[in-house]
């Protein structure tokens, strides 16, 4: 699991964690900052932040049809870095995704059709004091660079074939029909 992983600095206990998540269609990223001196009236995007870990991945095979509140990483970071996650003062979750906000908020109940599928995720993060905050797109920039690394330009578009069955009689009555013959 290490070797996956871009530490950068030590986790200070006393500094507030910070977890920047977003998951593109064929990718997802997780960058965790610490803020030592953190300003309540400074927006998120202007703190001083240090970086901790930065951490991204490609979907494959089926990964890349779960949806998209599967495909963030917030509970899997929770499994993976709960050495650093695990704080009196709890920690601050951003992601650009508004319904991701209102899955996982404590503060909200869950709709009956996602209850399901979120269970489990429930089990991991009820250990865990977190606050989760909706972030603008364009100031979650460094998750959705990750995110889409190493990935071609346009992921969505790829080579379509059309495929026709051809018989040996309708090949040749078509070759026929276009030569003018009329004969077998």
Known sequence: MAERFCKLVFPDKTATLCMFTDASLTGHA?????VRRWQDDVPIDEQQHELLVCRGGIFKWAQRNWSIVEKY???????????????EGGF???CDHSN???????DHEVKQHARGKLQRWALTLVGYRYV????ASENNLWVDI?????QPADATTGTTLAVK????RSALR????STGETHR
Not at 174 to 177: D, F, S
């Open 165 to 168: 069955r051809v018989t040996i």
């Open 73 to 87: 990483p917030i509970v899997k970071a929770c499994a993976d870095l709960d050495y650093m996650l695990v704080r």
């Open 30 to 34: 997780l960058v965790s900052t610490q």
């Open 132 to 135: 989760i905050h909706h972030i």
């Open 174 to 177: 078509k070759l026929r029909t």
């Open 100 to 106: 991701m906000v209102k899955l996982f908020s404590p």
């Open 92 to 94: 601050h979750v951003y």
């Open 146 to 150: 990750v995110s889409r690394w190493g």
